[in-house]
């Protein structure tokens, strides 16, 4: 029995780095998760942005687990893409009782310029 059994989790930032792993770690808990992500340049940044292939491989691992994944492409500072992924899947798999949110950038830029 995990913590989380029969909760859903929507996690932003989900295609890799910590977004991915909190994902796996909250399926191992017994959560359903849903995976949202921009998939691409989400600003300008001096690193590779994170690809579709990415949220695959996510909604892959967390498959593993067992607990169910719903992949979304979506940028979190467009409230409507977040809105509509929260509501197609709460029809999918039922109340969100839980969100972490980890979408997010880093600039190389000093910030005295
Ligand atoms: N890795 C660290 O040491 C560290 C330390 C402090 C804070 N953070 C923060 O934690 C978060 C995750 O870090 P990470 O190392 O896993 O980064 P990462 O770049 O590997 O992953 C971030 C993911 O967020 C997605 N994303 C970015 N902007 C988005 C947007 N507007 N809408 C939807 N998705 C978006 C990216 O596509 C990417 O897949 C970031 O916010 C980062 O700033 C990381």
Redesign the pocket.
């Known amino acids: 029995m995990g913590q989380l059994d029969g909760k859903v989790v929507f996690v932003?930032?989900?295609?890799?780095?910590?977004?991915?792993?909190h994902a796996i770690r909250l399926a191992q808990e017994g959560a359903s998760i849903i995976g949202?992500?921009?998939?691409?340049e989400?600003?300008k940044?001096q690193?590779r942005?994170?690809s579709p292939e990415?949220?695959k491989e996510t909604e892959r691992l967390v498959d593993e687990v067992g607990y169910g994944i719903v992949t979304v492409i979506?940028?979190?500072?467009?409230r409507p893409s977040a809105f509509v992924a929260t509501a197609t899947c709460a029809i999918a798999l039922g109340p969100i009782p839980g969100a972490k949110g980890?979408?997010?950038?880093?600039s190389g830029r000093s910030f005295l310029y």
């Open positions: 932003t930032g989900a295609a890799r780095g910590q977004g991915r792993s949202f992500d921009v998939c691409g989400a600003a940044v690193y942005s994170s990415d949220l979506g940028d979190v500072r467009f980890n979408a997010g950038t880093v």
